[in-house]
């Protein structure tokens, strides 16, 4: 029903969703980069990020660069783009 919905009225840009982004994004630049982890050389799909507060405690990102990137932090655990896995990204790509 919903989907019929954005059918008819086409797809639309949500606000919310992109203020979400945002925040995460402007989140990655209050973790220290020495708190992003490399992987073992046998799992790049794995990475680790230590909480900006706790260095004891640690996220894992997994797959970042595929659409099926995850966190096992909470916010992204509960479906939101976290800063772990932007920062995964902004890290570890080297774009020239
Ligand atoms: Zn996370």
Redesign the pocket.
């Known amino acids: 029903m919903h989907t019929s919905k954005m059918k008819k009225r086409g797809f639309m840009k949500s606000k919310v969703v992109e203020q979400l982004v945002k925040a995460s994004v402007d989140k990655v630049a209050l973790i220290p980069p020495t708190h992003m982890i490399e992987p073992s050389m046998e799992s790049y799909s794995t990475w680790i ?1 230590q909480n900006q507060h706790y260095s004891h405690v640690s ?1 894992k ?1 997994m797959h970042p660069f595929t659409k099926y990137a995850s ?6 655990m509960n479906g939101n783009l ?4 932007i920062m995964t990204i902004l890290m570890v790509t080297n774009v020239t």
């Open positions: 990020v996220y990102v966190c096992t932090c909470e916010w992204a976290c800063k772990h896995q």
